[in-house]
Structures are given as structure tokens and as C-alpha cells.
């Protein structure tokens, strides 16, 4: 348990109010007596909490707003749990958040939520799920140029901001490309199912999967790659279009984690014509499918935890003016199998 004023007060003989003023170099001490306090606390590892400190020297309350790239999916609704958390934790210390859902992807719409994040809700920070639009581009870089802090959370665009957190694109396309010939034995037909490619993040991805596919496993022939709809009802009808054709297909590698109803449809067909799926994240869908063996392997890109880190981040900068460290935060991936679930649920879903 961590140790607080109050024990060293109780230890030293002196009052809380004593201790916190020795710890903190304000108001008039005794020599001695300031001496035995910073003793004590030494001895005892004490370690102040840092947003009380920053609430009781500051007294200002900081405005977030977090703006999405669309109105809601399973994806967001792990980010914002993540988000959500750290909200919680630093609201002591004068943090407050709001959260703004876009137009699926609707570039105007999300510029206008920015505008109105600085201009009507005099938002302190912003962290942004960016469509990769120029103009949405060159508003964040004058922002980021007057000093206001942007986060960009999970896809990237061509601009000047505070920090990136999310997954490594490149890196997580290799992951998937290495997993689709281990389940093909490197020869056959992949069906890849894709969200929007207007996010800069899904467009690395892709890229970087097939270019390793591509050099190591040539005898692999990518026989589609579908873009699909973030509607359930219309990425099903899509998915079912596509099935329909009645191509030979070895694997399909379903990144769409925001459409469950897309993953449904490929099931259902998965029963026909006898495929390998891999997939993405961590839906009730995708759980489902690794526990019934029908889901070979998802990859995990821990949404919950990105969400904490970009509320952390900016947190820090506004409570303390710390800036991060790094510009580009990565949360590692993980590989899921059914028996991995568990280990997977408890250490990281909680952020």
C-alpha cells in the first residue's frame, strides 16, 4: 500500500498539513523539523501523487475532447473504455473529457468537430481518431504550431501533432501475412476483407501484408481484397455477394473489426466451403469464433490500452507540461488462440 502524508505526520509527531509543506518547499518550517519530515518520507519511499500536486498548485479544470472518425463500433467502444479509465482516474486532479462521434467517415464532418472542440467547447486538448484528409491535416498542424496539444489515436495522417498511439501498421500487416501461411502452408487463395482505406493506419497495413506475402510466399494468390461497409447489415450483404461467386478459397483474413455483421457472414460461409479465418481484436464475435475452433488466430491490437495511453498522455502535458517522450507510441500486438484467451483477458484488457 502506497504511503501518505498522514503516516509520515504520524510518525514525526507533526500535523498532515506539516508534512505536506516540508515535501513541497512552501510556507515557514523549522529546520529541523522539515529535516526529520524529508527523513522520514525518504526512509518510508514515499512518493507524492503528482495530479494532486498539479490540482493543488493549479486549481484549473482541463477540457479533453475526444473526436472519432464515426458514430460508433465494437472498436471505439474499447478505445473509449480505455479513454474512459484514465478519465476516471485523473478527474481529481481537474481532467474532464468529452466525447464527440463523427459521420462514418465523413472528412467535412470531422473537421467541423474540430473547429467547434476549439472554438465553441474551449477544449484544452484533443485526441483525434483522423480521417486522412488535407484539410483536416493542415488544421491539426496549426494547431499543433500554436502549441495546443494533439494526440492522434490509432491511424496517422500527414501532419505536426503531439503523439501517436496505437498499434504498429507495418508491423501488425507482417504479423498477419506470417499467420496466413502458416495456416495455408504457403500455397492457395486468401480473401481479404478490409475496413475503410480512407484511414492512413489500414492503408499501411494492407500494404505491408501483401508485399511480405508477395516475397515469401509467391505460391499465395491474394484473390480479392473487399473494402467493406462499417453498417452490420451491409458489410453481411457484401460478404454474402462475395461468397456468392463460388471462388476456391484457402484462408480469409477479416480486418474489419468494426462490422460484426461482415465476421457473421464469413462464418456462416466458412461452414460451406471449409476456410481458414484469421481476424482482428477481440469483438464477442470474434471470442466466440476462437472458442468454437471456427477463428484459427485474431490479432490483438489492444484498443483498451490505447485509449489509456493517449488520456495518460495528454494528462501528463496538461497537468504537468510534461510532453511526451516519444512521438509515436506503440502498443504491441498480440496473437490470439483459444487457448491464449484468458491470459489475454486478464493482462490486457485491463489497462
Avoid at 500455397?187 to 484511414?199: A, C, D, K, Y
Avoid at 505460391?219 to 481484397?225: H, K, P
Avoid at 458489410?235 to 483474413?253: D, G, H, N, T
Avoid at 464477442?284 to 490505447?306: M, R, T
Wanted: net charge neutral.
Amino acid at each position: 500500500m502506497a504511503v501518505t502524508i498522514k503516516d509520515i505526520a504520524k510518525i514525526v509527531g507533526v500535523s498532515p498539513g506539516t508534512v505536506d509543506r516540508a515535501i513541497h518547499n512552501r510556507g515557514r518550517i523549522k529546520r529541523e523539523i522539515a529535516e526529520r519530515i524529508l527523513k522520514a518520507a525518504d526512509d518510508l519511499h514515499y512518493k507524492p501523487n503528482k495530479f494532486a500536486k498539479s490540482l493543488s498548485n493549479k486549481r484549473k479544470q482541463f477540457k479533453i475532447v475526444f473526436i472519432q472518425h464515426v458514430i460508433n463500433n465494437p472498436f471505439i467502444e474499447m478505445l473509449c473504455t480505455g479513454i474512459q479509465k484514465a478519465t476516471d482516474e485523473f478527474f481529481p486532479a481537474g481532467i474532464s473529457l468529452i466525447i464527440k462521434p463523427c459521420k462514418d467517415f465523413d472528412s467535412k464532418a470531422q473537421l467541423a468537430l474540430l473547429h467547434e472542440a476549439v472554438e465553441v467547447d474551449n477544449a484544452d486538448g484533443i485526441i483525434l481518431l483522423p480521417i486522412n484528409d488535407p484539410n483536416i491535416a493542415a488544421y491539426v498542424t496549426q494547431l499543433s504550431n500554436d502549441g495546443f496539444p494533439v494526440i492522434l489515436l490509432t491511424s496517422f495522417i500527414d501532419a505536426e501533432y503531439s503523439a501517436f498511439v496505437g498499434c504498429n501498421y507495418r508491423y501488425s500487416g507482417h504479423i498477419a501475412s506470417g499467420l496466413i501461411s502458416i495456416v495455408t502452408g504457403g500455397s492457395g487463395n486468401i480473401l481479404v476483407f478490409e475496413p475503410n482505406q480512407i484511414m492512413k493506419g489500414n492503408q499501411i497495413r494492407l500494404s505491408s501484408m501483401i508485399e511480405l506475402l508477395h516475397a515469401q510466399s509467391p505460391a499465395l494468390n491474394i484473390a480479392d481484397v473487399i473494402e467493406l461497409p462499417s453498417d452490420d447489415i451491409e458489410a453481411y450483404l457484401r460478404c454474402k455477394e462475395v461468397f456468392a461467386e463460388q471462388m476456391s478459397i484457402s484462408c480469409v483474413i477479416y480486418a474489419s473489426g468494426a462490422s460484426s455483421g461482415g465476421l457473421k457472414a464469413v462464418l456462416e460461409e466458412q461452414e460451406k466451403f471449409q476456410f481458414k479465418v484469421i481476424t482482428y481484436d477481440l469483438s464477442d464475435i470474434v471470442k466466440k469464433g476462437l472458442l468454437e475452433n471456427s477463428i484459427v488466430f485474431s490479432i490483438f491490437q489492444n484498443p483498451q490500452a490505447q485509449g489509456y495511453l493517449s488520456m495518460q498522455l495528454i494528462s501528463d502535458y496538461l497537468l504537468l507540461g510534461k510532453k511526451p517522450s516519444r512521438k509515436l507510441n506503440y502498443i504491441n500486438a498480440n496473437i490470439l488462440i483459444k487457448e491464449s484467451l484468458e491470459d489475454i483477458e486478464n493482462q490486457f484488457l485491463r489497462c
